[in-house]
Structure formats: C-alpha cells, structure tokens
C-alpha cells in the first residue's frame, strides 16, 4: 500500500512539473539599421525570401511584411522524460505526462520605420509553436494541437544582422557602379 501511494503521489509530481510552455514577451524595441528606409525594405524582403520564409502580407505603407507558418526544426521532438534536436531559438518547456512534442514552427513580423535619413528602425517578432500529440498507449500519434513556445530572441537577432549586412551591401555596390 505504501508503494502505491509513493507511485501515485510521484506520478502526480511528474504530471505537475510538466510545462504548458512559454509565451512570447512582449513585442521587442526597434533596432537601428544603418541604411535608408528603402534599402533596409529591400534587404529585408530579400532575407527572408532567401532564407525560405513564404510571405504572407506586405504593406509598405505602414512598413510591415508578415510570413506564413514555416517549419523551422522538423526533427524537434520531446516527450517529459526526453528532448531530441532542441534549437537555440525558442523554448516549448516540457509536454505533460501523457503528450509529446514534435516539430517547430515559426511566423515572423518584420516592421520597419524611417527614423532618419540613413537610418532605419527594425523589429522582427518571432512567434514559434509546435505540435501536441497523444502518448499514452491508446491515443498514441493522435494531435493534440498547436501549443505556443516562446522565443530566445536568437532568431530575431540574426534577422536584424543579416539584414543590417544586406543593406550594406547593397549600398557599397551601388558606390562601386557608380550609383548614389
């Protein structure tokens, strides 16, 4: 009887410490890119096209390009005992007894704003999740749904310095063709 309530009681402890996972902070500040407004949309349309990102809305009117849902880390998969290909952008925390994690997504929001002439305020929003399933024995594989992981800031670092590195390149090819 003892051992059965020290199970129980340990199969609760489990149960409990198994994480909902993170949500995102809140937006991040805008960042200054050293390029005009027009350099740093361009550099930044292309990045995130270079880097795979479907594009679901631009609006350069209010400086705004919006991405689809696209899968960052296919291999991700955790149950509460084991995480496998964990990635340095975000943190889905552990699933609760009795459901796994597999895959990540992301879904960008890049938002830019002229700040001065020659320069450029950047935010890029990162929103990642992944997807529950079932792993008890009887429901196993069965989704479960998408859960919300919150961000590292990783991602949107590297955003900001690819495209701060695109736009000046850019502008040092235009000084090269002779260009201003």
């Known amino acids: 009887m003892r051992r059965l309530a020290l199970a129980v009681v340990s199969l609760g402890v489990l149960v409990a410490c198994g994480g909902t996972g993170f949500h995102s902070p809140l937006p991040r500040e805008f960042r200054r890119v050293e390029a005009d ?12 096209l270079q880097r795979g990102y479907n594009i679901r809305t631009v609006d350069r009117s209010i400086g ?3 991405t689809g849902w696209t899968t960052l880390n296919p291999d991700y998969a955790a149950t509460i005992f084991v995480t496998e290909h964990e990635d340095r952008y975000s943190l889905c925390g552990k699933p609760t007894l009795g459901q796994a994690y597999r895959a990540k997504q992301v879904r960008l929001v890049v938002t830019l704003h002229p700040t001065r002439p020659g320069e450029t305020g ?3 929003e990162a929103v990642f999740r992944t997807h ?3 792993d008890t024995p009887l429901w196993a594989n069965r989704l479960l749904g998408d859960l919300e992981c919150g961000s590292r800031g990783r991602l949107e670092e590297e955003l900001r310095a690819e495209i701060q590195i695109r736009a000046l390149s850019d502008q040092l090819e235009r000084f090269r063709r002779g260009a201003h």
């Open 37 to 48: 407004f027009d350099q740093a949309w361009e550099a930044a349309v292309r990045t995130l």
């Open 64 to 66: 705004t390009i919006e």
């Open 122 to 124: 950047l935010r890029t």
């Open 132 to 134: 529950r399933y079932s």
